[in-house]
Nanobody, 121 residues
Framework: VQLQASGGGLVQAGGSLRLSCAAS????????MGWFRQAPGKEREFVGL????????TYADSVKGRVTISKDSAKNTVYLQMNSLKPEDTAVYSC???????????????WGQGTQVTVSS
């Protein structure tokens, strides 16, 4: 499956953005869809995930309470709603699919092209 993230942009601190990740084909119920981010000079960081069959979500502590992951099965799309954005949230955000529940980028495949989120102070 090919994934394409979109919805990034420039936003002031405290603002909100909703990112989308559209799959080119069906996302199977066994899949876990993860969101990750990578800031310049830093390693890729887990943001959160959603289990496609149950819709259950898990978030990194750094974003918990500020982000919500949701899905639209009919559209094969997963969303990342980000609120109360901080300058340290600035990064390229990417989505990916895995066949197991994991926080590790190495478990994920089918990485989509990321979308830049820049939060100004």
């Amino acid at each position: 499956v090919q994934l394409q993230a979109s919805g990034g942009g420039l936003v002031q601190a405290g603002g909100s953005l909703r990112l989308s990740c559209a799959a080119s084909s069906r996302i199977y119920s066994s899949h876990v869809m993860g969101w990750f981010r990578q800031a310049p000079g830093k390693e890729r960081e887990f943001v959160g995930l959603i289990r496609w069959n149950t819709g259950r979500t898990t978030y990194a502590d750094s974003v918990k309470g500020r982000v919500t992951i949701s899905k639209d099965s009919a559209k094969n799309t997963v969303y990342l709603q980000m609120n109360s954005l901080k300058p340290e949230d600035t990064a390229v955000y990417s989505c990916a699919a895995a066949s197991e529940y994991s926080f590790s980028p190495s478990s994920y495949r089918s990485w989509g092209q990321g979308t830049q989120v820049t939060v100004s102070s």
